[in-house]
């Protein structure tokens, strides 16, 4: 029996060093403007969505005590902070999208509801938003400038 301890295989690091090799420790950065790495990249929309931070770290396979690490880290907040307005404005949009549909089946209920008191309920619903046209004015305001603001976005990450 020989006491001689093989030795551990030798890594080949070099293709750490090599830009043009496709194999990656995951904490490169994506490209040059972004401060933040490819594993900080991939876990914003977790954060964005997920009710804790445990969950999020859970979600995206990391440790928390990392994830912890870079909320503490000014250029990850921001980014952070970008990914959930980004989520806010399409929730937002998706929301004033669904509203004429909406609309439509409560016209349908007090219209063709066989139940007299459904029908009074949605007819009396429409007379009060009826009254209250300016506010249907105000959403269309709304949707006209998040409309613009998601052109102007759409306009800034193509130029």
């Not at 194999?23 to 950065?29: I, Q, V, W």
């Not at 912890?68 to 404005?89: A, D, M, T």
């Not at 909406?102 to 509801?113: C, H, R």
């Not at 959403?139 to 998601?150: H, K, N, R, T, V």
Request: aromatic share 6%; hydrophobic share 35%; proline share 5%.
């Amino acid at each position: 029996m020989s006491s001689k301890r093989k030795k551990p295989p030798r890594h080949d690091l070099a293709r750490f060093d090599n830009p043009e090799c496709s194999e990656t420790s995951g904490n490169e950065r994506q490209n040059d403007d972004s401060p933040l790495t490819f594993r900080q990249q991939a876990v914003l929309p977790a954060i964005a969505v997920s009710r804790s931070i445990a969950q999020a770290a859970r979600d995206s396979r990391i440790a928390e005590s990392t994830l912890r690490r870079w909320l503490n880290e000014p250029p990850f907040r921001e980014e952070l902070n970008r990914v959930r307005q980004e989520y806010l404005l399409l929730n937002q949009h998706q929301a004033l999208g669904g509203i004429p549909v909406g609309m439509s089946v409560i016209v349908e209920l007090a219209t063709l509801a066989d139940d007299q008191a459904l029908r009074f309920r949605a007819a009396k619903f429409l007379v009060e938003r009826g009254d209250r046209h300016g506010d249907f004015d105000r959403l269309s305001d709304d949707l006209q400038d998040l409309q613009e603001a998601i052109r102007n976005s759409d306009n800034t990450t193509n130029a």
